[in-house]
Structures are given as structure tokens and as C-alpha cells.
């Protein structure tokens, strides 16, 4: 009989949904190999011909070029910053995400950091739990409100959209900027207005970042970004770390040119710059924006069907449904 196709499993994930993997592949797991490891990962992939690997595991290219059999990678996580692309795309190997999947779930999260950044809800627990309130105090801990403010989206895809949606409700005006501006009955439908990033900046009373991260978008809210921005506003990051130039911010926020942050990511998690941890007008939580239960175990379903679909094996062979490598328009 022919031999199954090999497939690595980087993470201990959810088991039951892993095991439909067991009917089509032999599933290898490495569950000693430290997550940020090169030289482990590379190991594990030397011998795979798939693989499913989560934001922990950087693919890149001279791994790939050491794995001869690889023929696809399906991520758990909607952001593949962890892949180099062009290297998968060179060789033909198929590269999968998660997207749609953790739209709502995410766009909830961001809307409950920027609440929580705006009405200082975790400075105040943690000014109450250190046994500072020592009665009730009429100018304490005072906030801005979300509801008649301006929301200003930079990055305007799926979970944009769901962040402006609920901004709807709370009775927000919505600007965003995009790479590339949305049709006009995409933009009436979530009540939102293209403006440039620079007017985003100035305008926005709360802004969120919700752009993939690649080098266009390394570090595009730096010192100067953050000087356009009202000394009132909140910034709210759920995309990628790298986006925001960490020093920057710590700065703004500790000179009062900027009123709070909320940060789910950051540049060198797990590890949190010591500047951002000494502020207190911060939330900070350790990436968990698509961290729902249904929606994490959503992830991992879709990521194995898609690698079942890339690998040939499912009645669905050859059509993940969420395909980022290679790229449709190479001339297939
Ligand atoms: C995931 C994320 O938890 O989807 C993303 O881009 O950042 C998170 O939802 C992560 O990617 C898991 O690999």
C-alpha cells in the first residue's frame, strides 16, 4: 500500500478535532519543540508534506527550502506573518488561514479593549484591588465616552467592518483608511468614510488598528503618527505588534499627548516592553482576540479541513476554502 502522507501538528490545539486528520494522514507531533525553536521546526517540516502551525511557529524560507516533500501549510489564525509567502509561493506550496471564521469574535474584542481603554476599567481594578479607593469620588478615574465620539478604523476588511458595524450602535461617526477605499455601498452600509491616514490621525477620538502586518505597515503608527492624534484620543491595537512603534506610544502616553492605549499585541511577544508596562492608562492582554471557545475550536476545524483539502485527501481535494499561496492571479 502507499505510504500516507506525513502531516506535523505544531501545537496540542483541540484533540478531537485534530483526530479527523488520523483518518487520511500519519500525524506527527512534536509536542517538545519549543515554539519559537528554528532549528526544531525545521526538523519537523523536513519530513512532512503538510503542516498545521499557529502565529508561534515563524515558516521561513530556509526551512521551507529544507523540506522537500512540504506541499502545503494551513495556519491557524486569520494574519500569516508567520509565513514567508514568497517562499511558499516559489516552491507551489499551498498556504491556508483562517478568516471569517473569527471575524465577530475579534471585532467584540477590540470594541471591549477600546471601552475598556476609554472608561479606564482595568486601571480602575486595579486602583480598587491595591485598596486606593478610599471612598467614592466624583472627579476619579474619569474616562471618555465612546457614544457621539469619532471611531477611526485603519485597515477596513473583515473585522474592520465588524468593528464599524457595532460602532453603529453606539451611536458613532466611523472614518477609516484603507489601502484601498471601499466601494460606496460597502461604505453606506457600515455608515464609515474614507479619509486619508493623516486626517484619520487628527479626527479620530478613538482609533483601532486592524491591518495586516507586512513592511508597509511595520511601524506606520511611530512618534510622528501619534503626534497627529488628539491629546484626548485612545489607541486600540488588535492586529500585530510591529504596527505600532512601542517605544513611541510609552512615550506619548507617559507625556499625556495621548489619553490611553490598549494593546492585545505586541512586537516582541510574549515579551512586553518594561516602558509599556510601567504606564497606567494601558490595557494590556496577552493576544487574545479571537480567543472565544467556539471560536478557537472554528479555527482549528477550518484549518484541518483546509489542510485535508490542500493535501488532496477530503471529497474537497485541492479546494481549501481559504487559500492565501499561491496567489490566484499567477497565471494558473
Ligand atoms: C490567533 C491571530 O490566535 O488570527 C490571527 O491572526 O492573531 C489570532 O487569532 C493566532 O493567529 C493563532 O495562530
Request: cysteine-free.
Amino acid at each position: 500500500a502507499e505510504s500516507r502522507p506525513k502531516v506535523w501538528v505544531s501545537q496540542p490545539l483541540f484533540d478531537d478535532i485534530v483526530e479527523r486528520l488520523h483518518a487520511h494522514f500519519d500525524v506527527v507531533r512534536v509536542p517538545d519543540v519549543s515554539e519559537h525553536d528554528a532549528s526544531a521546526i525545521a526538523n519537523a517540516l523536513r519530513e512532512a508534506d503538510g503542516a498545521l502551525v499557529t502565529l508561534n511557529e515563524r515558516i521561513g524560507s530556509d526551512a521551507i527550502a529544507d523540506a522537500p516533500k512540504l506541499r502545503a501549510i494551513a495556519n491557524v489564525g486569520v494574519g500569516y506573518n508567520n509565513l514567508d509567502i514568497d517562499a511558499l509561493q516559489a516552491r507551489d506550496i499551498v498556504a491556508t488561514n483562517t478568516p471569517d471564521v473569527l471575524t465577530e469574535t475579534t471585532a467584540d474584542f477590540g470594541f471591549a479593549l477600546m471601552m475598556a481603554a476609554a472608561r479606564r476599567v482595568t486601571e480602575a481594578e486595579r486602583h480598587l484591588r491595591a485598596g486606593q479607593w478610599h471612598g467614592w469620588n466624583f472627579k476619579g478615574l474619569l474616562g471618555a465616552d465612546l457614544h457621539g465620539s469619532t471611531l477611526g478604523i485603519l485597515g477596513m476588511g473583515r473585522i474592520g467592518q465588524g468593528i464599524a458595524k457595532r460602532a453603529s450602535g453606539f451611536d458613532m461617526r466611523v472614518i477609516y483608511h484603507n489601502r484601498s477605499r471601499l466601494p460606496a455601498d460597502v461604505e453606506r452600509e457600515f455608515n464609515a468614510s474614507y479619509v486619508d491616514f493623516g486626517t484619520l490621525l487628527a479626527q479620530a477620538d478613538h482609533l483601532i488598528l486592524v491591518l495586516p502586518y507586512s513592511a508597509a505597515s511595520h511601524h506606520i503608527v511611530d512618534a510622528a503618527a501619534l503626534a497627529k492624534m488628539k491629546p484626548t484620543a485612545t489607541l486600540t491595537n488588535i492586529a500585530r505588534g510591529g504596527i505600532v512603534d512601542e517605544a513611541a506610544l510609552a512615550d506619548a502616553l507617559s507625556s499625556g499627548r495621548l489619553a490611553s492605549a490598549a494593546l492585545d499585541v505586541f512586537e516582541g511577544e510574549p515579551t512586553v516592553d518594561p516602558r509599556l508596562l510601567a504606564q497606567g492608562n494601558i490595557v494590556l492582554t496577552p493576544h487574545i482576540g479571537s480567543g472565544s471557545l467556539a471560536t478557537r475550536r472554528a479555527m482549528v476545524a477550518l484549518a484541518v479541513d483546509n489542510l485535508i483539502a490542500a493535501l488532496g485527501a477530503g471529497p474537497d481535494a485541492g479546494h481549501p476554502s481559504s487559500v492565501i499561496a499561491p496567489a490566484a492571479d499567477d497565471g494558473k
